[in-house]
C-alpha cells in the first residue's frame, strides 16, 4: 500500500515550508535515506529525507509550492500502484491562512519603528541561538533595467511583484536572466525553475546595461550624465522576502525592543595572535590532515579565546528567563555564517571540552554544511554565547545584535595597522583589532562585561594559552 510522505517540522518554529526543488521525480526509485526534495523553513533551506521504499508515485506539491507541517508531500509504493487521492486545493489553502495567521500576528506585536542606534552592520540570529552577519547592503536584485522592446511579454505580477520560488529566483541571478522576461508555469502565475530552465534554452537573455542614448536631444546647457561601466544598477521594485530572512527580521525586532542592551568595546593588539596563527599554519597547513594537517584561521583563535573567557567569566554565559536568570554549566558557541538567503548561526557543542584544532575542525565542517544547505535544527540550536566577525569585510568595529536567549553577542572587526605607542613609550607600528560586546543588562552589568572583555584580551594577547 503507498505510503504518504508528509511535510516534516524541519525547526521548533515552523508551520509552513517553501518546496524550493524535488530532488526525485515521479517514477524515481526511491530509498529509505534519500534525500527527495529541498525545503525552504523560517530557518534555512534544508534536504527531506526519505522514510520509505519504492517509487515516488505522486507530487502532491509543485516546486515554489508552500505545504503546512504535516500535509502530504509525496506518496512511495510499489511500481504502478495508484497514489492516494489528495485535496492540493486544501494544503495549498491552508498554507495561505497559516502564512496570513503569522502576519497577523507579526503585525499586531510589531511597535512603532524607531531611529536605529547604530548602522545596521550585524548580526541577527536566524535561530534559536547564534550570531550573525548582517544582510550586505548592497542585495542583490533580480530586476534588470529594460530598453529592448522586443524581449519576451513579461511574468505575471500583482501589484507590481512578480511571483517566483526561491530556486528559481536564485537560478535566474546566476544566469543574468530578468524575471520580468520570463514566462510563469506555476501556481497562482509564480515563476519556477523550470521556467528558467526554458528561458536558458530559448536564449533569453539580460538587457544590456542602459546607456546614454546618441539620438537623444543634447541638453542646452546640462553636463553630460555620468554612465558608470560595470554591472547596471537595479530597477525600483519589491524583493519578495524569504521565511529566513522573515525570522530574521523578526528576531532583529524582538530583540532590540526587548532586551535592554549596552555596548562594550576593548582594542586588541592582535600581533602575538597573528605572528602564533603564522607559525603553526606554516609547520601544519601543508600536512594531510590525517598527519596533523591543519589550517588555522583568526576566527578559529577568537572562538577559542571567547570559550576560554567564558570559562573565567561564567556570568556573561547565561540566559534571561523572567523570573531567574540561568546560569549554563558548558558554553556551545554559535557563530554567523552568510548564506545566499541571509544567515545562520550554527552551533559548536560543548566548545569548553575542545582543543583550538577541534573546534577549528568543527567550524569548517559547520561552514561547509551551512553553505551546502545540510544543518539540521541540532546544528542551529541550543546555543549559550555567539560570535559574529566581519573583520574579512574590512569592517573597523560594529556591535551585534543580542541573539535571544544568550545574554551576549562578541562582534570582531578586522584587524588594522596604526600607530601605538609600545611598552618604551616610542612610537612604533601596531596591529590592533576591535572587540564589540553587546550585553543584556538584566544579565550582566557592566563590571562583568568589561571583566569578560578584560579576559578575552589578555588570552588573546598572548595566545599560547589556548594551546595548553
Request: glycine share 8%; proline share 8%; hydrophobic share 35%.
Amino acid at each position: 500500500m503507498a505510503e504518504i510522505i508528509e511535510m516534516p517540522k524541519l525547526s521548533d518554529t515552523m508551520t509552513v515550508g517553501t518546496l524550493v526543488s524535488w530532488l526525485k521525480k515521479e517514477g524515481d526509485e526511491v530509498a529509505s535515506g534519500d534525500m527527495i526534495c529541498e525545503v525552504e523553513t523560517d530557518k534555512a533551506t534544508m534536504e527531506v529525507e526519505c522514510f520509505a521504499d519504492g517509487v515516488l508515485l505522486k507530487h502532491y506539491v509543485a516546486e515554489g509550492g508552500e505545504i503546512p507541517v504535516g500535509s502530504p508531500m509525496c506518496a512511495v509504493g510499489e511500481k504502478g500502484e495508484e497514489p492516494p487521492a489528495v485535496d492540493t486545493g486544501a494544503i495549498a489553502d491552508k498554507a495561505e491562512e497559516l502564512k496570513k495567521e503569522e502576519s497577523e500576528e507579526e503585525d499586531s506585536e510589531e511597535k512603532p519603528a524607531e531611529k536605529p542606534e547604530e548602522a545596521p552592520t550585524q548580526s541577527a540570529p536566524a535561530q534559536p541561538s547564534g550570531g550573525a552577519k548582517p544582510e550586505p547592503q548592497g542585495r542583490k536584485q533580480e530586476f534588470i533595467p529594460e530598453e529592448d522592446d522586443s524581449e519576451p511579454a513579461p511574468a505575471q505580477a500583482e501589484g507590481g511583484r512578480i511571483k517566483v520560488s526561491p530556486l528559481a529566483r536564485k537560478l535566474a541571478e546566476e544566469k543574468g536572466i530578468p524575471l520580468s522576461a520570463i514566462s510563469p508555469s506555476g501556481p497562482h502565475g509564480r515563476i519556477v525553475k523550470k521556467d528558467v530552465l526554458k528561458a536558458i534554452e530559448e536564449g533569453v537573455k539580460a538587457p544590456a546595461p542602459k546607456t546614454a542614448k546618441s539620438d537623444a536631444p543634447a541638453a542646452s546647457s546640462a553636463p553630460a550624465q555620468y554612465v558608470p561601466s560595470g554591472a547596471p544598477i537595479a530597477e525600483d521594485g519589491p524583493i519578495k522576502v524569504t521565511n529566513m530572512r522573515k525570522a530574521i527580521a523578526t528576531r532583529l525586532v524582538e530583540s532590540k525592543t526587548t532586551i535592554p542592551h549596552f555596548y562594550l568595546e576593548v582594542e586588541v593588539d592582535a600581533a602575538p595572535l597573528l605572528e602564533l596563527r603564522a607559525e603553526i599554519n606554516h609547520h601544519l597547513s601543508n600536512r594531510a590532515p590525517e598527519e596533523g594537517g591543519i589550517k588555522l584561521t583568526v576566527n578559529d583563535f577568537i572562538l577559542k579565546a571567547a570559550t576560554e573567557a567564558l570559562r573565567r567569566v561564567p556570568a556573561v554565559n547565561a540566559s534571561w528567563m523572567g523570573d531567574s536568570i540561568q546560569q549554563h554549566g558548558s558554553v556551545h558557541m554559535a557563530f554567523g555564517v552568510a548564506v545566499p538567503d541571509g544567515l545562520v548561526t550554527p552551533v559548536i557543542r560543548d566548545a569548553h571540552a575542545k582543543t583550538l584544532r577541534q573546534i577549528s575542525i568543527d567550524t569548517k565542517e559547520l561552514i561547509q554544511k551551512s553553505r551546502n544547505k545540510k544543518l539540521t535544527p541540532q546544528d542551529m540550536s541550543g546555543s549559550t554565547f555567539t560570535v559574529t566577525n566581519l573583520g574579512m569585510y574590512g569592517t573597523s568595529g560594529f556591535y551585534g545584535i543580542i541573539n535571544p536567549p544568550n545574554a551576549a553577542i562578541l562582534s570582531v572587526g578586522a584587524t588594522i595597522k596604526k600607530p601605538v605607542v609600545d611598552k618604551d613609550g616610542n612610537l612604533a607600528v601596531g596591529q590592533r583589532m576591535a572587540i564589540g560586546l553587546s550585553c543584556d543588562h538584566r544579565v550582566i552589568d557592566g563590571a562583568t562585561g568589561a571583566e569578560f572583555l578584560q579576559a578575552l584580551q589578555s588570552i588573546l594577547e598572548s595566545p599560547a594559552l589556548m594551546l595548553v
